[in-house]
């Protein structure tokens, strides 16, 4: 549960009227009207005098609040107001991740990790053969490893500008936000092979025969006058 507090210094014996709004990019809309809530929170919140409780929170209530409080007196009407920003935290679910299954030398390959629900928004680790890949930071132990990628946890993606045979093994991805288990995708593999000169060579020799055979037999036709009316 959440409780949303809303203390005020007017005196006991004037009249109240209080109402609760959830301030949101679309606009502003009611939470507590009319002596009623509204909307998701509707047979879940109860009021606390003027503070708010409700129950069974989801990643739906964060936002922003604002309590509104008029009061009547001999005096006239006064209003006070006060804003309350509330922060659901839930756990990362499991990560979606895109690993190509084979890759040519020297190209680049991107591999990405991504998952939406966590809050606040979730860290990614990228892991290959079981062991955690360094952030390219340029100094230190990261430049002496020769990594000839660009990790970034904020996005979730992993870049291999030139990918190398050596970039061969099995890939995974960590996502965490600090708040319950961290969660991980399913290992996949990636292959890294040499790009097959003497295969294209071979298919590209192979399509110059069958196209010269094919002009051959035109020619031939046409000399048999096969193609006269």
């Known amino acids: 549960e959440a409780i949303l507090s809303c203390k005020h ?70 209003l006070g107001e006060a804003t309350i920003t509330l922060t659901v935290l839930v756990a990362p679910t499991t990560p979606v991740c895109e690993v190509p299954s084979s890759a040519m030398t020297g190209t680049v390959v991107e591999l990405s990790c991504k998952e939406t629900e966590g809050s606040p928004p979730s860290e990614y680790q990228w892991y290959k053969n079981g062991v955690a890949l360094l952030e390219k930071t340029g100094t230190g132990s990261a430049r002496a490893a020769n990594i000839t990628y660009t ?9 291999f500008n030139t990918v190398t045979k050596n970039d061969t093994g099995e890939y995974f991805c960590e996502a965490s936000n600090g ?51």
């Not at 509204?38 to 609040?65: C, F, H, P, Q």
């Not at 309590?67 to 007196?73: F, L, M, R, T, V």
């Not at 990790?151 to 870049?159: F, V």
């Open 9 to 78: 210094k007017f005196s006991k014996g004037m009249s109240l009227r209080i109402e609760w709004k959830k301030i949101q990019s679309q606009g502003v809309s009611f939470v507590y009207y009319n002596g009623e809530f509204t909307g998701d929170l509707r047979g879940r919140a109860e009021m606390l005098n003027t503070g708010i409780r409700i129950r069974n929170v989801t990643r739906k209530d964060s936002g922003t609040y604002r309590c509104e409080i008029s009061a009547k007196s001999e005096e006239g009407q006064r």
């Open 151 to 159: 990790m970034n946890k904020k996005s979730g993606t992993l870049l």
């Open 179 to 229: 708040i319950g288990l961290s969660q991980k995708c399913s290992v996949k593999r990636m292959q890294v092979d040499d790009l097959n000169v003497s295969g294209i060579i071979a298919a590209v020799v192979f399509v110059a025969l069958v196209m010269a055979l094919c002009g051959l037999g035109v020619f031939y036709a046409q000399k048999k006058g096969y193609f006269t009316s």
